[in-house]
Structures are given as structure tokens and as C-alpha cells.
């Protein structure tokens, strides 16, 4: 199975067992699959904030745009489990962490969006983020991206 079929596969369980309300459940599947991954653990990866998530999965120019898009969809299947369980506030983090690493994936080659199909993903991060409100950083990212800057 290719990595990409396997983390959708992976991610697929997590939805399937949020969708069911197993939220606890949903949420040890995508912790487990982050760390598989990417290679970070769940607690770094909620603690870290983007920048610092950024360096970890590649020190500066190194870093690989790939886990950063792995790591952007999982971040924003963690924010759709924590509103599910009542979490606004871990759920809009995720959400800007998940913004913040697919802006810097398309930035470092991560290919034309729409051909990678990160388009809609991006698009649906956008929507739930602006439900809570954007930073100013986050408001500069949607921008640049939807004046196809990126």
C-alpha cells in the first residue's frame, strides 16, 4: 500500500470512529497514526505550536512537505474529535495548526493544490477557522492563498 493510501486509510478509522461517537477511540487512532507518520508524538504535537511543529518534522530548508500535509489533515481531523467532545478551544488550535502547515507545504513545493488535491482541504480548514475567528497571521496565510499567491 502507498504512504498516501495509508494515511488515508489511517485517517478513515479516525473519522469512522468520531462519526460513531467513540471520540476517545477516534482520537487514540489519529495519535497513534501521527506518530507512525510523521514521527511526533500526540502530546508534541498539541503542545507545539506551528512554527515549532514546522522544525520538527525538518530542521529549516530540510523540511518535507509531505509529512507537513500528512500532519495538516490529521491536525484537522483532531479539531473536528475536540468540537465533536465540546472542545472549542482545542478544536480552533488544531484548526490554525493545520492552516498554518498547509500554507507552508504549498510554500515548500508541496505541488499545484488542485492537482494534489489539497484544494477542498485547505477550503474546509478556511471555513471552520473563520467560524472562531483568524489571528492576524492567519488572516495574511488565507489571503495570500486565495489570491493564489502560494
Known amino acids: 500500500m502507498k504512504l498516501a493510501e495509508s494515511v488515508s486509510a489511517a485517517l478513515l478509522k479516525a473519522v469512522f470512529k468520531r462519526e460513531a461517537g467513540k471520540l476517545e477511540e477516534a482520537r487514540q487512532e489519529l495519535a497513534g497514526s501521527m506518530e507512525k507518520y510523521t514521527g511526533l508524538k500526540y502530546s508534541v504535537v498539541k503542545q507545539g505550536d506551528a512554527a515549532s511543529l514546522m522544525m520538527l518534522l525538518g530542521i529549516n530548508d530540510s523540511l518535507y512537505p509531505g509529512k507537513c500535509l500528512v500532519l495538516a489533515r490529521m491536525l484537522a481531523e483532531e479539531a473536528e474529535i475536540s468540537a465533536a467532545a465540546g472542545g472549542a478551544d482545542e478544536a480552533r488550535d488544531s484548526y490554525a495548526k ?38 492576524e497571521a492567519e488572516r495574511t496565510a488565507v489571503e495570500k492563498y486565495t489570491d493564489g499567491v502560494l
Not at 113 to 122: E, F, L, M, R, V
Not at 124 to 131: F, P, Q, S, Y
Open 98 to 135: 493545520s492552516l498554518m502547515l498547509y500554507m507552508e507545504a504549498l510554500k515548500r513545493g508541496a505541488g499545484e493544490s488542485k492537482k494534489t488535491g489539497i484544494d477542498a482541504d485547505i477550503r474546509r480548514v478556511i471555513g471552520k477557522l473563520e467560524k472562531y475567528g483568524f489571528t
